[in-house]
Structures are given as C-alpha cells and as structure tokens.
C-alpha cells in the first residue's frame, strides 16, 4: 500500500500519523526540526508543548473539552495516551509533564513498523506523486509552504496579530435588560432589522469600564510576536480606549440609531452590541471588543455590563499571531482541499484552537484517509459529538452573505455552544422546569451524555469495529 504523506510532526500530525498507521496504512511523517526551527520550540521532538503543559478540564459531564477528552480515549488517540501516562497534578484538569509526554509520542512513532519520520522542510506544495497527503503544520506554519498554500487557495491565511473577540453563550444574556435591535432599524444581507443584541451603558457605567479597560491587567507578548504588527482593523477595545477618553463611543460602543424598549425615554450614552456567530444562534460575539486583556480580566470587567451579569463565555478574547485558513471556503466536509482534494489540512491550521482540539482534528484527519486508502467513503462524526461539533465549526458552521462570504470564522475552543441544541430542556424529577445553576449544570450533562452515546454508535459503525 502506497504511503500517506503527513506533513508537521506537531499534536494534530503524530494524532494522524497513529490513526493511519494502526489501521495499516503506511506513514510518511515530514518534520522540519531541527533542520529548521521556529521562534516557539525548543527542542526536536515531536508534539512538543510550546504554551501551556495543560490539556483543560477533564471533566467529561459538565464541560466540552472533557468530553473531548473521552470521545479521544475512546476512538484510541495517541496523544491522550501519552498524557495520561504523563499526567500530574492539576486539580480537574488533564495536565502533563511536556518533556515526558513528547517523548512518550515520539518514542511511540519512531517505534511504529508502518512510520517514517523524515526530518525535513517542505518549502513547497506536496509533490504531484504525493496521492494522500495530511498538512498539519500549525500556527507556525514555515513561510514558504504558508506562501503555495495561499497561491493555490486564492485566500489569504493571516500572518498578522489575530485580534479575538469574546463570544457569549445565548442563553445566559439577560435580555430583560438587553434587547434586539440594528441600527436605524437597518436590515443587511439575510438580516431582520433586530439583528444585534444591545447592552446599553449611563455614562456613569461608561466610565467606569473604560477605567477598567486602562488599568486591566494585559497579557504580554511573546518574544517571537514582537515583530508582528497590529491589524488596523481590529485593535484591542484598551489600546483604542488608550487613544482618548470618548474613543469607544464613536467606535464599537457607539448609541445611534438605537433605542431601548425597557427605557424608551432614556438615552443610551453607550452601546454594547452582540452579533450572532453561527448558524445554530446559540452562539453571539461582542462587536469590535477584541481584548489582550487577561482571561480572568475579562470575565470580570464585562461581566459589569448591563445584561452580561451571569455571561458565560464560549471564548474570551485573545491576541495573538497566528496563521490559518479560511476553511469553511477551502475546505470540503472531510477537511480536504477544494482546490486539490489529495491534500486535506488537520489542527490549528485549519482554524480550531488548543491542543485537544488540534489533535482531535488529526485523529480525524487520519481516519477520513484511512478510509480513501481503503476504497471507501469517509465516515464523519455526528454533529452531536464533540468531534462532530468541532469539523462543523471548522467546515460550516458559520453564517454567510448573500455573496456567499463567510463571515466571523476564526480559531475556536470547543464548546457546548457549538453543539445542536437538546430536543428538550432537561427537567427535575418531579417534571418542573429548571433554571439558574441548575439548569446550566443538566443541560451540559445532558449534552455530553449525548455525545459520548453517538460517538460510541458512530465508533461502533467503522469497518475495523466490525
């Protein structure tokens, strides 16, 4: 059998790597290090942790990312192996000795009869005799490939600061202090005219957030940022606060053409606006908010905002460099390329966010090639598992203009909010309707229940489970 090519020995490339290998499909796995390495790593061996050593919460009942974890364990991921045999102590949360761990997936591929490890750079588009061929070279993808990747695309990766904006869980917006509303009434492409969620702010509220904007705590760049200049359309809500006082309410805050039905004789002085982020509309993103401020910052300034008190957040706000493709136009639904479909893309690249979740796409990546070299069809994962919910975020999960445009993709942590909605609202024994804490904690039990239910049907239907 002829040889995949998987390009980028990162998490997302040596998860892939294993998934074709143990179904008996020969690997070919090109890593440029140490013949040429990146300002982030250190070292050679391959998925190396280059941020964090922690893989999030473990927790497979009531958080998204612990669901993941289980859905990985169980379709036999390398790379959740390897950290729970490296694992130390983090509370509820999965995380490892990096050097162990890496060595753990290196020693398990070098040692792999059905792996090749070539240490090498692809400067180039995969050669034409390259029949399958698995990029998955991350964030930090070498210049040269990122360059033939955006010729061949006709789209441009990003290789400027990603300015992130927060996303807010739908159902945890108060809405009997916010309100539905565009601007002037105004109905864009596909629009209603209430297409925004609006928080309005006195001036006495405005003031007191952009107090708190100024004085926040705000992340640091890395050494290898430095460099990297800001995207003018989309500075962080602090630097633009930085440049004077009144600069929010003539940007992102501004309270023309709006007017609230809970106060309709009072003004607003500010507007904070929300926009729906993707199809299922459980998802809204704060307009124009992109943030370096801190994680824990973050939660607690805008949680001060009128109708935000109890948000919970899917992402926060980040900053950060970052390269990766517009994928719900270049991709299929398998994650290959529509330009060149012998070439399918796997982790950060294509536009998830964080180390489970670039090897959950590679686990992926690997199984949709296995089965082509097998002669079949891939077999995608319901949308209801947490891999389901990631490959349709990734490939489609995003609204889009009359032209056809996609609009707000960028880099996502999986969450419950990129899950389908349950068919009904989980009920207390004795029938009554939740709410509160209570409420949140059963449907978020009720969401992973079912996703490790389909995810085991869904294992249960591959031809090597037969």
Known sequence: MEAVHVV?????????????????????????????????????????????????????EGNAVGVLHAEMRRAGSLILACADQNQVPAGGALAVDRIGFSQAVTHALEGHPLVEIRREELCALPPAEWDKVIIATGPLTSPPLADAIRALTGESALAFFDAIAPIVHFDSIDMEKAWFQSRYD?????????????????????????????????????????????????????????????????????????????????????????????????????????????????????????????????????????????????????????????????????????????????????????????????????????????????TGGHLETEAGRTLSFQPMNVNFGLFPPLAEAPRAEDGKRLRGAQKTLAKKRALAARALADLDRWLDLRPEAA
């Not at 962080?236 to 606060?241: R, Y």
Request: net charge neutral; glycine share 12%.
């Open 186 to 394: 105004k109905a864009g492409p596909g629009g209603s005219g209430a297409d925004y969620i609006n928080c309005p702010l006195t001036e006495e509220q405005y003031n007191a957030f952009v107090d708190a904007l100024l004085a926040g705590d705000k992340v640091p760049l890395k050494d290898f940022e430095a460099k990297t200049p800001y995207f003018d359309g989309c500075l962080p809500i602090e630097v633009m606060a930085e440049r004077g006082r009144e600069t929010l309410r003539f940007g992102p805050m501004k309270p023309v053409g709006l007017t609230n039905p809970h106060a309709p004789d009072v003004k607003p002085y500010a507007v904070i606006q929300l926009r729906q982020d993707n199809k299922l509309g459980t998802l809204y993103n704060m307009v124009g908010f992109q943030t370096k401020l801190r994680h824990g910052e973050q939660a607690r300034i805008f949680r001060t905002i009128p109708g935000l008190e109890g948000a919970e957040f899917a992402r926060l706000g980040g900053l950060h460099r970052n390269t990766y493709l517009n994928s719900p136009r270049v991709l299929d639904e398998s994650l290959r390329l529509k330009a060149d479909p012998r070439i399918r893309f796997a982790g950060q690249i294509t536009g998830c966010e964080g180390y489970v979740e670039s090897a959950a796409v590679g686990l992926m990546a690997g199984l949709f090639t296995a089965a082509e070299r097998r002669g079949e069809a891939p077999n995608l994962p319901p949308v209801t598992t947490a891999h389901g919910a990631l490959l349709a975020h990734i």
């Open 8 to 60: 980028g020995g990162g998490l997302a490339g040596a998860e892939a790597s294993w998934q074709l290998a143990q179904r008996g499909v020969p690997v070919v796995l090109h890593e440029m290090r140490p013949v040429r390495s990146t300002e982030a790593h250190h070292t050679e061996g391959l998925a190396e942790l280059v941020c964090s050593n922690s893989f999030r919460s473990d927790d497979a």
